[in-house]
């Protein structure tokens, strides 16, 4: 009679683990929620310039030229617009992130700004 219980006991635990390694996210998907993708848009310079003197210039000059942070007058030849998409979007130091305060189209093409800025 025991013995029943314990093979029962022991198809229910499998079940369990077996929807739990469905359902929980694989290494994967965490390491790709952890940097953000970014969407494909063409690149508008005035709405960039417009997003940025909105947003930015507060922090990194008029002209860009850094401020509170760093100047981005030349931050393409270091950061591709794929590093300069996540750093708007997560942030990074001091610098706050503008994930709920941008479309993300909008940060993309702030993005594809910067990075032609070389
Ligand atoms: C509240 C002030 C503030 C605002 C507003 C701000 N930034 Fe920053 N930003 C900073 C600071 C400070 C850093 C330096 C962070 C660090 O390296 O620790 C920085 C860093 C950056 C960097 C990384 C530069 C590098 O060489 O790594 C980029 C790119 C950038 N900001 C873009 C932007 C853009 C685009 C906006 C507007 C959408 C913006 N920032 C708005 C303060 C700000």
Known sequence: MQKWIMSGLLVVACAFAAVL??????????AQEEKPQMPEITLNA??????????????????LQGGAGPNLQKVGA?????????????GKGMMPSFKDK?????IANVAMYLSEKK
Request: overall charge negative.
């Open 21 to 30: 390694m469905f359902t929980l996210p694989g290494r994967e998907q965490v």
């Open 46 to 63: 005035e709405q960039a310039e417009a997003v940025i003197k909105a947003n930015c210039i507060s922090c990194h000059g008029d002209q």
């Open 78 to 90: 270091e950061l591709s617009a794929d590093q300069l998409f996540g750093t708007i979007t997560k």
């Open 102 to 106: 941008l479309k993300e189209e909008e």
